[in-house]
Each structure stands twice: as structure tokens, then as C-alpha cells.
């Protein structure tokens, strides 16, 4: 059974780091990307980036761009999402979820996905 | 960047209602489009991929059409289970980037 479990809630002060993980079960975890979604409180969902844990090739929405970082360790079948610096705007839901890409072309979005990690952000 | 512009944003429906739910590409993505309901408090759940085809799972009374520029999810007769929000997902973009339609909120009438 496919399986992607995210860490625990988190509450963290502005300016504080902060690093959210997803791993991955029941599937061949360097074969596929994971991706990063973020939702605020009452607000819709937002694609925030990509990697494919085979060769921690990463691709960012724009939006989220500088702001967050995605990395993988491979050997624990684990996806990352990461700040440096925390602001009380990045208060949200964080999901991953799996997705299949082949040659820059993405054949299947989103099919399993983790149960999310709130992020509480308050000085 | 591709938008995709979602409509309602929100509709009230009895049980045993047809819903209908539209996305709109503000250009051309070929079938490359998914839907996915989401409960309060649960994660996104897949329903529809490649527009049309049912994700293994899921009752038939949900379907999806359209291509092109214009999808449509349809629940054909609504069920207690399905008071949702429900969002459209494009794919089609190189280099890779995905777009959510804003969201339709299914209430109870």
C-alpha cells in the first residue's frame, strides 16, 4: 500500500527555521516525485515545487521560489520542506503528495498524498 | 502561467441532485487535467485524471469531460459523503508547473 507520512504540527515564532518531512512507503520511492502543496487557513490549494529523490532534482513554482527549500534523502525515503526564516504568513497546511514525471512531461499529478503538517507561525 | 478559472465557487445541492462544476484554461492543455475533492480537515483526495478517467476507488457516479480549454466534473446524483470542496489541477505546462483552479465548495440545501 502506497503510503506518505508527514511529521507532526509545528509551532515556531517568526524568524525561527524550520524543517517538515514526508516518507515515502510501499512504492519504489526514487521512481517518483514528490511535491510540496501548500494550503492557507480557509484558502484554496497552491503548488509549491517538486523533486525526484533519485537525483534530488528539484524544480520550484515560481511563487515559492527563494522562499522554501525541497531536498530528499533517498536512503530513508524522505522529502523535505524547509525555511530559513519563518513569517507568520507561511501558517498553512503542508501536504506532499506523489507525482510521476518523465522527461519534463508530468503524465500523473498527485495521486497519493500525506496526511499534512500544520504550521502555526505566531510571535 | 496558466490560469484555470473555477466556477461556482460555491453552490447548495440536495442529495440526489446533479452537480455540475466547471474549469476554465486560459489557454489550450491538451487532457491534461485532474480533479480532487477535498473534506474538511483530510488531505486532497484524487478523482479524475487525464479529465476523464475514473481514479480506481471512485464511485461512478462522478465523471469527468472537456478538453482543450474547457473540463467539467459531473456527480450525478449527489450523495451525503459528497458535500465537499472539489478543485481542478492542469498539468500541462513545460517546464513543469501545475495550476489549481480556486476551489467549489458542494453544500448541503
Known amino acids: 500500500e502506497v503510503q506518505l507520512v508527514q511529521s507532526g504540527a509545528e509551532v515556531k515564532k517568526p524568524g525561527e527555521s524550520l524543517k517538515i518531512s514526508c516518507k515515502g512507503s510501499g512504492y519504489s520511492f526514487t521512481s517518483y516525485w514528490i511535491g510540496w502543496v501548500r494550503q492557507m487557513p480557509g484558502k484554496g490549494l497552491e503548488w509549491m515545487g517538486i523533486?525526484?529523490?533519485?537525483?534530488?532534482?528539484?524544480r520550484y513554482s515560481p511563487s515559492f521560489q527563494g522562499q522554501v527549500t525541497i531536498s530528499a534523502d533517498k536512503s530513508i525515503s524522505t522529502a523535505y520542506l524547509q525555511w530559513s526564516s519563518l513569517k507568520a504568513s507561511d501558517t498553512a497546511m503542508y501536504y506532499c503528495?506523489?507525482?510521476?514525471?518523465?522527461?519534463?512531461?508530468?503524465?500523473?499529478?498527485?495521486?497519493?498524498w500525506g496526511q499534512g503538517t500544520l504550521v502555526t507561525v505566531s510571535s | 502561467d496558466i490560469q484555470m478559472t473555477q466556477s461556482p465557487s460555491s453552490l447548495s445541492a440536495s442529495v440526489g441532485d446533479r452537480v455540475t462544476i466547471t474549469c476554465r484554461a486560459s489557454q489550450g492543455i491538451r487532457n491534461d487535467l485532474g480533479w480532487y475533492q477535498q473534506k474538511p480537515g483530510k488531505a486532497p483526495k484524487r478523482l479524475i485524471y487525464?479529465?476523464?478517467s475514473l481514479q480506481s476507488g471512485v464511485p461512478s457516479r462522478f465523471s469527468g469531460s472537456g478538453s482543450g480549454t474547457e473540463f467539467t466534473l459531473t456527480i450525478s446524483s449527489l450523495q451525503p459523503e459528497d458535500f465537499a470542496t472539489y478543485y481542478c489541477?492542469?498539468?500541462?505546462?513545460?517546464?513543469?508547473?501545475?495550476?489549481f483552479g480556486g476551489g467549489t465548495k458542494v453544500e448541503i440545501k
Open positions: 523533486i525526484y529523490p533519485g537525483d534530488s532534482d528539484t
Open positions: 489541477l492542469q498539468h500541462n505546462s513545460y517546464p513543469p508547473r501545475l495550476t
Open positions: 487525464a479529465a476523464s
Open positions: 503528495a506523489r507525482l510521476t514525471m518523465v522527461q519534463g512531461v508530468i503524465i500523473a499529478p498527485f495521486d497519493y
